[in-house]
């Protein structure tokens, strides 16, 4: 299966419109974004479970990095409320699951095998940073390896920034909106820069709060199972 697996191109989606495609679990369904491969894939989802619902024990040979968007997810180590950014790396395993509901932004099989650093954060009690080199901007790194850089950036109501993506770049607006390429994109929208793009936005009237990702496009490949 392919899915905007052409990675040489921007893409953006509004998450409200992919529809919602079922996994195999009941009660668990998925928004597909991009996908390289069948059922173990390369993947960026946003992924729905319903109260009670559960997907079955299994391990991260790929990697695993998500949000939570909305409601508790939960496995056996704990549980993560709306606003919970968590990397699990190669190798670690979970059971999840959610007796309440949840939605969260999942990526699979995107980690390099020597980033071995496992956490969850609460976003909502990151603290930002002025932007040195844009002091209007404020935002805060939440993860580095390599060249790959996590950061969480605050955008004032009616601010312009360039996206610069050298090795790639990924955004998911939180809150607020962007305008980009002529459209307005929202809370859980989408955007993925190719490697060597850029790409000028503009926040909206409430700005904008964003998790970006760059620096880990330049090598994209299926998972080898």
Same mark, same amino acid.
């Given at each position: 299966?392919?899915?905007?697996?052409? +990675?040489?191109? /921007?893409?953006?989606?509004?998450?409200?419109?992919?529809?919602?495609?079922?996994?195999?679990?009941?009660?668990?369904?998925?928004?597909?974004?991009? @996908?390289?491969?069948?059922?173990? *894939?390369?993947?960026?989802?946003?992924?729905?479970?319903? /109260?009670?619902?559960?997907?079955?024990? %299994?391990?991260?040979?790929?990697?695993?990095? +998500?949000?939570?968007? =909305?409601?508790? +997810?939960?496995?056996?180590?704990?549980?993560?409320?709306?606003?919970?950014?968590?990397?699990?790396?190669? $190798?670690? %395993?979970?059971?999840?699951?959610?007796?309440?509901?949840?939605?969260?932004?999942?990526?699979?099989?995107?980690?390099? *095998?020597?980033?071995?650093?496992?956490?969850?954060?609460?976003?909502?009690?990151?603290?930002?940073?002025?932007?040195?080199? %844009?002091?209007?901007?404020?935002?805060?790194?939440? %993860?580095?390896? =390599?060249?790959?850089?996590?950061?969480? =950036?605050?955008?004032? *109501?009616?601010? #312009? $920034?360039?996206? !610069?993506?050298?090795?790639?770049?990924?955004?998911?607006?939180?809150?607020?909106?962007? =305008?980009?390429? &002529?459209?307005?994109? !929202? @809370?859980?929208?989408?955007?993925?820069?190719?490697?060597?793009?850029?790409?000028?936005?503009?926040? $909206?009237?409430?700005?904008?709060?964003?998790?970006?990702? #760059? &620096?880990?496009?330049?090598?994209?490949?299926?998972?080898?199972?």
């Amino acid at each position: 299966m392919n899915i905007n697996s052409d +990675f040489s191109v /921007p893409v953006a989606l509004h998450a409200d419109r992919v529809e919602w495609q079922p996994s195999p679990m009941p009660g668990v369904d998925r928004r597909m974004l991009d @996908r390289i491969g069948a059922e173990v *894939a390369r993947a960026t989802s946003i992924v729905r479970y319903a /109260p009670q619902s559960s997907f079955s024990e %299994h391990t991260h040979n790929g990697g695993e990095e +998500f949000i939570v968007l =909305e409601g508790t +997810f939960q496995d056996e180590h704990g549980d993560y409320p709306a606003g919970t950014y968590v990397r699990n790396p190669i $190798g670690t %395993h979970h059971i999840p699951r959610s007796d309440d509901g949840c939605t969260i932004f999942v990526k699979l099989w995107q980690f390099d *095998a020597r980033d071995n650093r496992q956490f969850a954060v609460d976003l909502s009690a990151v603290l930002p940073m002025q932007d040195g080199d %844009h002091p209007n901007f404020a935002r805060q790194l939440l %993860h580095q390896f =390599e060249d790959e850089h996590v950061w969480l =950036e605050f955008w004032p *109501a009616g601010s #312009t $920034g360039v996206i !610069e993506a050298e090795s790639g770049a990924e955004l998911l607006v939180l809150e607020g909106g962007l =305008e980009f390429d &002529g459209e307005t994109f !929202e @809370r859980n929208d989408w955007i993925r820069l190719p490697v060597g793009h850029s790409a000028e936005m503009i926040s $909206g009237p409430d700005g904008a709060r964003i998790w970006v990702k #760059t &620096g880990h496009l330049t090598n994209v490949s299926a998972p080898q199972v």
